[in-house]
């Protein structure tokens, strides 16, 4: 079948409401072409015929048990850009001072856990960067701590490929030496081993759901690195609220090098003067 293979205004902007109230991710007028790539192939494989019955779809797979297209439409209109050990520097601060700082902090403690978000993880290198880091630092000093990390993503489909803990080798070329020990490498394929994996566990959410949010257990820290930019500022506010409301007191949020909290009205102050990609909890 002949699909129609553009979007007009109105279109977009019905197309742009409906991902904003799925997914909470703006998309702005100037990617309308890349919409279209993304989802051009979908509708010639499902043999539909415009981008607007493609849509009329969706908002019908909303409200039903087979949600196959809708979960496919989330993943497509996500940005799934990640990488092993991603911000190296802030990286290596977690490792070198933050880390051990804060376990100082909480070591009378009487529950011995240690709990980390990973939000917004994707594909899971972030979230296995920090299980990495996590245990080369605290399995010898804090070996009866236990290690709880969590990764969330609103795409099913990366959470699917997360969980498995299996990686080309390109995907791990630029990696710390000493980390490759943390992997099975069988020619290309690289498969993180299970003491690693057993430190993580994946499962599907939409930071717009605050009730999931608040399902979770508190956590020590919250690593959403890359996230908060594709979110309009009420609603980034809003997720930041949450992401307060999650942490225990003195706990660490960590973003990305290209967003800032600081007009936002939760009460994070930056860990260190000067700081922007870290923030405490007061």
């Known amino acids: 079948m002949q699909t129609k293979e553009y979007i007009d205004d109105t279109l977009f902007h019905a197309l742009q409401s409906f991902i904003e109230e799925t997914t909470g991710i703006y998309i702005p007028p100037t990617r309308k072409y890349l919409l279209e790539d ?17 849509l009329s779809l969706l908002e019908k797979t909303q ?7 809708l979960d496919e439409f989330k993943d ?20 070198n001072n933050i880390l051990l700082e804060y376990m100082s902090s909480i ?9 980390v978000w990973s939000a ?16 080369t630092i605290l399995h010898t000093k804090y070996s009866s701590w236990k290690i709880q990390i969590l990764g969330t993503d609103i795409s099913s489909h990366v959470i699917e490929k997360a969980q498995q803990g299996i990686y080309s080798d390109y995907a791990i070329r630029n990696m710390p030496a000493i980390y490759r020990q943390y992997f ?19 499962s599907v959410l939409n930071l717009k759901d605050a009730f999931a949010i608040r399902k979770l257990p508190t956590c020590d820290m ?61």
């Open 38 to 54: 993304r989802l051009r192939p979908v509708l010639r494989r499902n043999n539909i015929a415009t981008f607007s019955e493609y």
């Open 76 to 95: 497509l209109v996500s940005t799934h850009e990640t990488s092993f050990f991603r911000h190296q520097t802030q990286m290596n601060q977690f490792e």
């Open 184 to 202: 099975t490498i069988q020619g290309s394929v690289c498969s993180i081993i299970p003491p690693i994996r057993s430190l993580v566990e994946f």
């Open 222 to 282: 919250i690593f959403c690195r890359n996230v908060l930019i594709y979110f309009k500022e009420d609603l980034m506010n809003t997720i930041v609220h949450s992401f307060y409301n999650k942490l225990v007191s003195g706990g660490l949020f960590f973003v990305g090098h290209s967003e800032n909290i600081r007009n936002t009205t939760a009460g994070f102050i930056p860990y260190s003067e000067g700081e922007r990609m870290i923030y405490k909890k007061q």
């Open 120 to 135: 917004g993880c994707s594909t899971g290198e972030e979230t296995y960067s920090i299980a990495m880091s996590m245990y």
């Open 107 to 115: 070591q009378s403690r009487s529950d011995k856990t240690i709990t």
């Open 63 to 69: 409200f039903s048990s087979k949600q196959g297209l």
